[in-house]
């Protein structure tokens, strides 16, 4: 059965993203692969790779979860899997949304006091993870690529 990371008493994805938020080191091989230049005082990584990492961080959530603890003492590798893949779909969310921050014409007009305000409203009714998962992703080309409007009417000649 499909893992539910999101239940009326347990937010499984804010855990994800709390532990993200808090082990430096393991963002480092999750996320900028092959920059050595993140070298820092961050400690050791929870895992050499990528899969390792994931691995840690089931454990971390599903371990003791009331919903899930049999399951993931079952098999683990299934929940192993679900957090590459729920990375995967908060990536493609987070760009998503971080895009509309970028386009002219999507309804906000830069001119109007509070206007990115009322759109980072509307992204974090939508998506509540999006300024924990900026603070990791903004700085990072994969997560953070420079989006460009197709609003009708732009002149792009110069």
């Avoid at 008493?9 to 480092?28: F, K």
């Avoid at 899930?68 to 929940?79: G, L, N, R």
């Avoid at 409203?121 to 924990?132: K, M």
């Avoid at 992703?137 to 002149?155: L, V």
Wanted: hydrophobic share 30%; glycine share 6%; charged share 25%.
């Amino acid at each position: 059965s499909k893992i539910r990371w999101e239940t009326p008493n347990c937010n499984r994805t804010s855990v994800l993203v709390t532990y993200l938020s808090t082990h430096p080191a393991d963002r480092r091989i999750l996320f900028y692969e092959g920059k050595k230049s993140h070298t820092s005082d961050d400690g050791p990584p929870s895992g050499s790779d990528k899969g390792k990492i994931h691995a840690v961080i089931a454990k971390h959530i599903f371990e003791n979860d009331e919903m899930y603890q049999s399951m993931y003492a079952e098999d683990q590798m299934k929940f192993t899997q679900a957090v590459g893949n729920r990375l995967t779909y908060l990536k493609g969310k987070y760009k998503t949304h971080r895009a509309r921050f970028k386009q002219t014409g999507a309804g906000v007009n830069p001119e109007e006091p509070g206007a990115a305000v009322n759109l980072l409203a509307q992204v974090l009714s939508d998506f509540p993870w999006y300024e924990d998962l900026d603070e990791i992703w903004r700085d990072n080309p994969a997560y953070a690529a420079k989006t460009f409007s197709s609003a009708p009417g732009t002149d792009r000649a110069g």
